[in-house]
């Protein structure tokens, strides 16, 4: 009976601490190869919930810690067709289609390689509830690219991101 009990208190720990996981961010094996963003090397598992995979017609993709890498990845492969960018929901780290997911940008959360800072939400109300919270405000996909590019464009070009 006590060996029970003992088995029930593991496995509701384990539970909980997956929980714990879930809301902290995917554990670091569950984030997709390469763990480095291939444009500034920075830690991706670190950088969860701003990562973003790009993929391209030739088979080819770039994973990376931020939309402001994804950009200046963007502007190194001009020329490749882009097939589908995914990117980190902000809360549940999980892969999301960029095109489609909600956007926030600007607010008082410090942003992944930007002065402003740019997330993305699998549901627009969770980007509604992290505007009202933090502050920004919403835009589309390619109004965050756009203004990443924009700042890109701004930087001295001996910037190595």
């Given at each position: 009976m006590k060996t029970m009990w003992m088995t029930l208190l593991l496995l509701s720990l384990a539970m909980v601490c997956g929980a714990a996981d879930d809301k902290m961010g995917a554990p670091a094996n569950k984030v997709e190869a390469p763990a480095a963003c291939t444009q500034c090397g920075m830690d991706r598992t670190h950088f969860a919930q701003s990562r973003m995979v790009i993929t391209y017609g030739d088979g080819t993709s770039s994973a990376t810690c931020s939309l402001h890498c994804a950009a200046a990845d963007l502007k190194a492969a001009k020329g490749k067709r882009v097939v589908l960018i995914k990117v980190a929901d902000y809360h549940s780290k999980r892969l999301v289609n960029a095109r489609i997911a909600a956007w926030v940008m600007g607010g008082d959360v410090q942003g992944v390689m930007t002065p402003v800072a740019k997330w993305a939400f699998a549901q627009r109300a969770d980007?509604?509830?992290?505007?009202?919270?933090?502050?920004?405000?919403?835009?589309?996909?390619d109004e965050a690219?756009?203004?990443?590019?924009?700042?890109?464009?701004e930087q001295p070009a001996h910037h190595d991101h």
């Amino acid at each position: 009976m006590k060996t029970m009990w003992m088995t029930l208190l593991l496995l509701s720990l384990a539970m909980v601490c997956g929980a714990a996981d879930d809301k902290m961010g995917a554990p670091a094996n569950k984030v997709e190869a390469p763990a480095a963003c291939t444009q500034c090397g920075m830690d991706r598992t670190h950088f969860a919930q701003s990562r973003m995979v790009i993929t391209y017609g030739d088979g080819t993709s770039s994973a990376t810690c931020s939309l402001h890498c994804a950009a200046a990845d963007l502007k190194a492969a001009k020329g490749k067709r882009v097939v589908l960018i995914k990117v980190a929901d902000y809360h549940s780290k999980r892969l999301v289609n960029a095109r489609i997911a909600a956007w926030v940008m600007g607010g008082d959360v410090q942003g992944v390689m930007t002065p402003v800072a740019k997330w993305a939400f699998a549901q627009r109300a969770d980007a509604e509830a992290f505007v009202k919270e933090h502050g920004g405000k919403l835009v589309t996909f390619d109004e965050a690219l756009k203004a990443t590019k924009a700042e890109l464009d701004e930087q001295p070009a001996h910037h190595d991101h």
